[in-house]
Structure formats: structure tokens, C-alpha cells
């Protein structure tokens, strides 16, 4: 029974280390709480996509969630370098309320350790969020 199960855990491990050229690495989805104290602190987070294969794409969605007590828009996004995207809900969040944010990493041509900044604009306060983006690509 116990080799059964062994055989069963390295061609698990096996399936997923084994991803093809191009394939999407999805994360869960994680909260991000905004407001006027955390931008003023110029507030920053970090998502670490890990160990990537040249040619991935690594997606994080992340729900921003209006921490103040007005509502609130993220009026943009600017990234450091054409391999990153962020696709952003335009509409306004009352406090309490999130809204989704989806980044991508684009690999393909990106070998080794990366820290890629994005910022995210909203009407909360001039200052902006910083997201870094890190990644090891082999």
C-alpha cells in the first residue's frame, strides 16, 4: 500500500513540474487592503510568481479593497516593462468593497531573477500603490 501511494505522489509531482511551453500559472486570489494611511506611508506589497519556464505566463488576481470611508477608483496602472499587464475593474468601490486586478507576467524572454515594479493609481490619494513582481525564470 505504500509504494502504491509513493507511485502515486512522484507522478503527481511528476504532472506538475511538467508544464508546456506557454502555459498560464494561476495563483489564488489575494486581498489588498487601500487607504488614505496606507498610501501616504507609500504602502507596497509584493507577489512572487517563484520558478517559471521561459515562455509562461504567470497570473495573479488580486482584489483591492477600499480600506477608507469614501468610495473609491483606480484611475491607473503603469508597469516598468511590456512584460507585465494589469487589467483593472473601472467602476467605483464603496468602502468595504473590492476590485479585481489581474496581473500577468509575460516570460518569454525573461531569463533569471526579476523585480518588476507596477503602480496602481487610485482617487484615494496622489500617492500611488507599489506591487513588485518577482520571478525566477529558467
Known amino acids: ?75 491607473g496602472t503603469e508597469t516598468s516593462c511590456g512584460c507585465l499587464e494589469a487589467k483593472y475593474d473601472k467602476h467605483p468601490a464603496a468602502p468595504g468593497e473590492s476590485l479585481a486586478l489581474k496581473l500577468e507576467f509575460h516570460s518569454a524572454g525573461q531569463r533569471g531573477v526579476h523585480h518588476k515594479p507596477l503602480y496602481v493609481q487610485t482617487s484615494l490619494a496622489p500617492e500611488r500603490y507599489r506591487i513588485i513582481i518577482q520571478a525566477d525564470v529558467r
Open 1 to 75: 500500500m505504500n509504494r502504491v501511494r509513493t507511485i502515486a505522489i512522484v507522478l503527481a509531482l511528476a504532472a506538475v513540474g511538467c508544464t508546456p511551453k506557454g502555459a498560464k500559472v494561476e495563483l489564488n486570489v489575494r486581498q489588498i487592503v487601500v487607504n488614505d494611511s496606507v498610501l501616504v506611508a507609500h504602502g507596497a506589497d509584493t507577489v512572487d510568481f517563484g520558478l517559471l519556464h521561459e515562455g509562461e505566463t504567470a497570473v495573479q488576481e488580486l482584489a483591492i479593497v477600499n480600506g477608507a470611508d469614501r468610495p473609491m477608483v483606480v484611475i
